[in-house]
C-alpha cells in the first residue's frame, strides 16, 4: 500500500498482538515453556548469590554543589568494604594461603580501587564500566564473547578477558584483588568468577543495585516500557544535552552522536537512565521523573504473564519520589491499566488534559499523559511522513495546537517516543523557561536526531537494493518497524530476515510474531539465537516460517546460507528495487555488512 499521508488509524496495534490472549491459550504457553520459565519474585529476592545488604550499611551524607558531588557510588562501597573484608578473609586465609590472598592491599589507602565487571559486553553493564573509568578506578571485566561496546572500553583502558576464570580477578602473581565484583542479569549463579569472588570474601552486587546506588544523589528520569525505552532515553539525552544541560545519561543501545557511545558523562544534577523491567532490574530506583511508554507480556523466561510484568511495573510507579512525576503513554493499555490500579480507601485524582487518572496507588506524584489520542494532555495530530524520510506531526498540549514537530525518524511509534520527550522536558525545564520557548528550542533539536544504532539503521545501498537493521525482537516492535519501512519505502520490495531471540519467547509468542511478519512481502526465518536457556526447546524457527500464511517464507538456520542466497536473487536483477531489512536482537546484524560486501563483490563495485 502506498502512503502518501499517514492517518493514526494506519498504525494502531494489530489487533492480534495486543492483549487478546485467552487465559486458555495463556495456560497453554506456560505449560510448553514451564521449564524455561523462574518465579520473577524468587529472582529478585535471592540473597544467597549476591549481597544486596552489604552497600545499605553506608549512611553517607552527601552535600550538592555546583560541582560533581565526590563521593562515588565505588567511594561509598570501599569505605564500608575496609573492616567486612579484611574480617572475612582474615577467616580463610589459613585454608586460602595458596591463592595469595594478601589482605595488606586492601589497607593501603593510597592502592587505586579496582572493581570488576562479569557481562562487560552488554550495553547495561559496559556503561557502567564507562563511567567507573571515568571516576577514576581501576576497572576490568569479562564477557563470553567480544562486543562491540568493549571497543570503547578498551581505548579508556579497561582491562578485558573473553572467558569467565578465576585468573580475571586478581593480580598476576595472585596478591591483589578486585574490591568488588558487578554481575550482569545474564551471568548464571554458578559463574567461576562469582563463587571465587564470594570464596575469598569479595562482595558481589547485581547490577540493579549498583546503578540505585549510582543514580540516588543525583535527579534520575528513568525511561521505562516494554518497547521504546532506549529510542526515547537517548532523544531526550541529546535533546537536553543540545540544550546546555550538563547532564549523565546511561542508554541501552549505542548511539554515533554520543562520543561515549551510550553513554553522557556530565557534571550536572540531572541522571537520565533507560530502566530496564528484565530481572526487576528498575525496583531499586528512586526517580524524579518516571516515563512509562507501554506495558506488554515480555522477557517470558522471566515473567510469568502480562499480569506478572504489570505487578513489577506498579512496583516501580511506587519508588517515583514525593513531589515527582509520571510520564505516561495514555494511548496504551498495558500503560494505562496501571493508572487504573488504587487500593481500597481510594487516592485523589490528577486531571491530566481530558483524560482523568489516578495516582497509580501511590499519593505524592503528578501523572501526565501522551500519545495519539486528544483525551492526552500532550498528543500529536495530522502525521504525515516527509521529505527526510522521517515523520511531520502537529503539537497539541490540553487540546491547544503548540507547534509543528519534524522528526529524521520514520513511524508512529517515534512519534509517541518524541511526545514522551517533549512532556518530560518540559517538566524538567517549565521552571527556567517559558512553554513556548522551550518547544522552540525543542523543535530544532528534536530533528537533529539521526537514531540509535540496530533502529532502523541503514547499512548501505548498492544500484536498487537498500539495506537496513533493527533490533525488533518482540512482535510489537516488528510490526511496528516494518510500518516504518512502508512509509519510507512505500513502493518497493521488502524482505524481512528474522532471527528469533530466545526459545521461551517463541514459543509463547509464535501466533503473533507470524501476524507481524505478515506485513512483508517475503520472509526469512533462520535458527533461534539463544545463549541463556538451558530448558527443553520445542519449538524452532521453522515451526515460525511455517506459521506465516499472508507472506511467502521460508527457514534458512545459518546466517551464512542467508547472505549467499539473497545475493544470488539480487544479482539476478541488481536494478530491481528492494529492501532488506534484518530483525532479532541477536548477532543477525551481521548479516547487512556480508551482504552488501558481497552484492560489491559480485556485481565489482569497489
Known sequence: MTLLAIKYTEFKPCPSLSATFTAKKRKENQCSTKNMSTSPLTLVSDSRYFQPNFLEKVKIKVHLTGLRYKNTVLEKCILASKKNRRISLLKTRATKREQHCNIEHLKDRNQQNWVHFVGVGGCGLSALALIAVKQGFEVSGSDIQWSSFMDGLQQAGVRLHI????????SENGSRFPNCIVVS???????AEVLHAKSIGIPVYKRDYWLAKLTENHTLIAVSGTHGKSTTSALLAYVLKAMGDDLMAVVGASMPQFPGGNVIWGDGPHFVLEAD???GCFLGLS????VVTNVEWEHVDFFQDEEAVKTFFRRFLKRIRVGGHLIICGDDVGARSLLDYTSEGSKPEHASGTMSVTSSDVDGYNIITYGISSTNEWHASSICPNSKGGTDYVLYHK????????????GAHNVLNSLAVIATVT??????????ELINSLKLHLLDFIGLSRRFERIGKIHGCDIYDDYAHHPTEVYFVLQAARQRFPSMRLV????????SRLAVLKDDFAVALSHADHVVVTAVYSVREAGPRNVCGKDLATSIISSTSEYIPSLDDVVDKLA??????????????????????????????????????A
Open 277 to 279: 523491567e528484565y530481572d
Open 399 to 410: 487540546g491547544q495546537p503548540l507547534a509543528n514537530i519534524s522528526l529524521q525518524i520514520p
Open 496 to 503: 524481512v530476515v528474522f532471527q528469533p531471540h530466545t526459545y
Open 185 to 191: 542479569s545474564a551471568i548464571s549463579e554458578d559463574n
Open 427 to 436: 517538566v524538567l525545564l517549565q521552571g527556567r523557561r517559558q512553554v513556548h
Open 163 to 170: 572467558g569467565h576464570s578465576t585468573l580475571n580477578i586478581q
Open 568 to 605: 544470488l536473487e539480487i544479482c539476478k536483477d541488481p536494478l530491481r528495487e528492494i529492501v532488506i531489512l534484518t530483525l532479532g536482537a541477536g548477532d543477525v546484524n551481521t548479516v547487512g555488512p556480508k551482504l552488501l560486501h558481497e552484492l560489491q563483490k559480485r556485481l565489482c563495485i
Open 287 to 290: 526517580p524524579y521523573i518516571a
